[in-house]
């Protein structure tokens, strides 16, 4: 790193393998220049002006530069969940960046009406204050039968008004539009009535836990983005839905095609416990990372030792790294960071690295319409450094780099 003078630019030059955009530069290098990207491409084809500067001593052997990572589904982390209050969300917040993750759409669990707009406005607060790219909302409007973690006293029918009272609660904090996701399942009675309401707020369709069934499942996702205009979501494939059968093909099988039409962005955990290698496999191969959003479902406990936590306020387990219920033994989210489900996608699933990362970065920014999730010229500067194994080295978020948490 080098400063040009008292007054003069503050520039890092990154090198290494590049991958970005579903590319690699196996020679690459990125150019740091004041939080903003001056160039990202081949190191032999750096600026001139760039010469005198020496790459960045942190970048250990071996390394590859990537985006920063995108997770638009997670629950908390370090501790700390999303929905208990701002100082909790900072936690998770922190433990997360430190992981790579440097742009976070906070989730929250079904819960009562008034416990959800106070946690709607907490989180909104941090929208505003940049901490956070928006919110997403997991339920109340799911199916009992799939409920998975949730509390099935928070369960409700579909109701407009709660979602209009969700998004006047984000405004009334200054941050409209803070909601960018509403997980809710096409079943559920009074379901019919909730695209119309989650559209005129710009909140996103996202299917999950849910009973509906292949042709639900993919009319609702198909009409969902053509007024939209991009794409629908669908929350943790094969987790909280009904297997693919041959005479009743369930949920999954609408959400492929969807996703094969372009009408629908398909969430995926890599964590080693929500699908197998093999699973992860087939949906790559099949739909394309263009179509794939690798999201951590991480829980409060992720980054500490297996333990007894709480989800929602409902008791969890978590031991030899899943957690679960303790109740019922439902899977309770995760306890992996994108950077966790990234490296088991490549190392253990066998996926292309290049595809892995778009996954977990440029096609969850475009999903979401947001500025992140590549490294061009004129971007803003997140960069993760990843280590020969795909571990997180350090992270550059807005330009400023810190040590990664290992």
């Known amino acids: 790193m080098t400063t040009n003078g008292d007054s003069g630019p503050t520039r890092t030059l990154l090198t290494g393998r590049l991958v970005t955009g579903g590319t690699t530069t196996h020679d690459g290098a990125v150019a740091i220049e004041d939080g903003t990207i001056a160039y990202a491409g081949p190191l032999a084809d750096l600026p001139p002006n760039w010469s005198a500067v020496a790459p960045d001593p942190r970048v250990p052997t071996g390394a590859t530069l990537v985006p920063g990572l995108v997770d638009s589904h997670l629950h908390g982390g370090a501790g700390g969940e999303f929905?208990?209050?701002?100082?909790?969300?900072?936690?998770?917040?922190?433990?997360?960046?430190?992981?790579?993750?440097?742009?976070?759409?906070?989730?929250?669990?079904?819960?009562?009406?008034?416990?959800?707009?106070?946690?709607?406005?907490?989180?909104?607060?941090?929208?505003?204050?940049?901490?956070?790219?928006?919110?997403?909302?997991?339920?109340?409007?799911?199916?009992?039968?799939?409920?998975?973690?949730h509390d099935p006293d928070a369960l409700r029918d579909g109701d407009p008004g709660l979602v209009d009272a969700l998004a006047e609660a984000a405004a009334a904090v200054g941050a409209?539009?803070?909601?960018?996701?509403?997980?809710?399942?096409?079943?559920?009675?009074?379901?019919?009535?909730?695209?119309?309401?989650?559209?005129?707020?710009?909140?996103?369709?996202?299917?999950?836990?849910?009973?509906a069934d292949a042709t639900l499942t993919f009319d609702v996702l198909g009409r969902a983005a053509a007024t939209a205009g991009a794409p629908s979501l669908v929350t943790h494939i094969f987790n909280a839905m009904p297997?693919?059968?041959?005479?009743?093909?369930?949920?999954?099988?609408?959400?492929?095609?969807?996703?094969?039409?372009?009408?629908?962005?398909?969430?995926?955990?890599?964590?080693?416990?929500?699908?197998?290698?093999?699973?992860?496999?087939?949906?790559?191969?099949?739909?394309?990372?263009?179509?794939?959003?690798?999201?951590?479902?991480?829980?409060?406990?992720?980054?500490?030792p297996d333990g007894n936590y709480t989800l929602g306020g409902l008791p969890v387990v978590v031991a030899d790294g899943t957690a679960r219920l303790t109740s019922s033994g439902a899977i309770a989210g995760s306890v992996?960071?994108?950077?966790?489900?990234?490296?088991?996608?490549?190392?253990?699933?066998?996926?292309?690295?290049?595809d892995a990362v778009l996954a977990a970065t440029g096609t969850p920014a475009k999903a979401f319409g947001l500025d992140v999730g590549h490294l061009v010229t004129g971007g803003v500067a997140d960069v993760l450094v990843l280590d020969a194994d795909l571990r997180p080295a350090f992270v550059v978020a807005g330009g400023q780099a810190s040590p990664a948490r290992r």
Do not use: Y
């Open 83 to 149: 929905g208990v209050d701002a100082d909790a969300a900072r936690t998770a917040i922190a433990e997360h960046r430190a992981h790579g993750s440097t742009t976070l759409i906070g989730s929250l669990v079904s819960a009562g009406a008034s416990d959800l707009i106070t946690a709607t406005q907490t989180l909104s607060a941090l929208v505003a204050s940049g901490d956070l790219a928006g919110i997403h909302l997991e339920g109340p409007f799911i199916a009992a039968a799939r409920k998975g973690a």
């Open 176 to 211: 409209p539009g803070a909601i960018r996701h509403m997980t809710f399942a096409p079943d559920r009675a009074g379901a019919d009535l909730l695209p119309a309401a989650l559209h005129r707020h710009g909140i996103r369709v996202n299917v999950g836990h849910t009973e």
């Open 243 to 304: 297997p693919i059968r041959g005479r009743s093909p369930g949920t999954a099988a609408g959400a492929i095609r969807a996703a094969l039409r372009g009408d629908a962005v398909l969430e995926v955990v890599a964590d080693g416990v929500h699908l197998s290698p093999d699973t992860v496999r087939m949906l790559f191969e099949v739909v394309g990372p263009g179509s794939i959003n690798l999201i951590s479902d991480a829980m409060a406990a992720t980054g500490l």
């Open 336 to 354: 992996a960071h994108v950077a966790d489900c990234l490296r088991w996608a490549v190392q253990t699933a066998g996926i292309d690295l290049a």
